[in-house]
């Protein structure tokens, strides 16, 4: 599924999502002429969220850009590809606004920052115990790179805020795409259930589900904690 817009206009303008979205994008053009060959790697090896460096608070590879533990805050602006950083800046677009609507501009930029560091540290954890249960410690030196985390945190905070928006999704249809307005509180609830049902079913390549997971538990949990902005009441629009 593909979200395309919702029907839930912001109210202020989303200075902060601009800037986190536009931190993503100059951070992948870093990336880019640093590996030179298109190949998401040594970017990933020095500025990704490696587990085994975060439990050791040791810098194993080649000298990253910041020492670990605070690798987990420079992972959450790289990526592993032209689809990992288009999808997840389209649901930060349609789905950050709002958020940061709600919560005003400072606590938004703190909820995603906490919904990240959750999700990074939820993953090392899985890694953890993957390694255990192997007795292998291939699962600590993977990489973890992405905003997904983060946003996740934003699905959570969104489905909690505005569970009756309207979001337009392109589903896809066998060999057909369908356009459906889906009610934010089922199109979040599949995408979650997606994540965890991948845990259940060995997970998907590339995809740090486990982080997906701990962002979203989080961002559930912290959206309550955090509060709304004073003056702030949800509005919708009708199409």
Not at 118 to 137: D, E, F, K, N, R
């Amino acid at each position: 599924m593909i979200p395309l817009k919702d029907d839930t206009p912001s109210q202020t303008t989303p200075f902060l999502t601009y800037a986190i979205v536009a931190a993503n994008v100059l951070a992948f053009l870093w990336q880019l002429a640093l590996d030179g060959n298109g190949r998401i790697e040594l970017s990933a090896l020095v500025g990704g969220a490696i587990p085994y460096e975060i439990l050791s608070l040791e810098d194993v590879y080649p000298p990253d850009v910041v020492p670990p533990p605070f690798t987990i805050l420079t992972s959450m602006f790289l990526h592993g590809g032209f689809l990992h950083i288009g999808s997840n800046m389209l649901f930060l677009w349609i789905f950050g606004n709002n958020v940061e609507d709600a919560l005003g501009r400072v606590r938004f930029p703190l909820f995603y920052l906490a919904s990240g560091i959750a999700a990074a540290l939820a993953q090392v954890i899985a890694a953890a115990v993957a390694a255990q249960s192997i007795g292998s410690t291939d699962p600590l030196h993977v990489p973890m790179v992405g905003a997904s985390g983060a946003i996740a945190g934003v699905l959570a905070a969104y489905m909690v805020l505005f569970p009756h928006a309207r979001v337009l999704t392109l589903v896809p249809i066998f060999v057909f795409f369908q356009l459906v307005h889906l009610p934010a509180v089922l199109f979040i609830g599949i995408w979650f259930l997606l994540q965890v049902l991948a845990v259940f079913f060995g997970g998907a390549p590339g995809v740090a589900v486990f982080a997906h997971i701990g962002g979203f538990v989080a961002g559930l949990v912290m959206v309550r904690v955090f509060g709304r902005r004073r003056g702030w009441r949800p509005r919708q629009a009708s199409w």
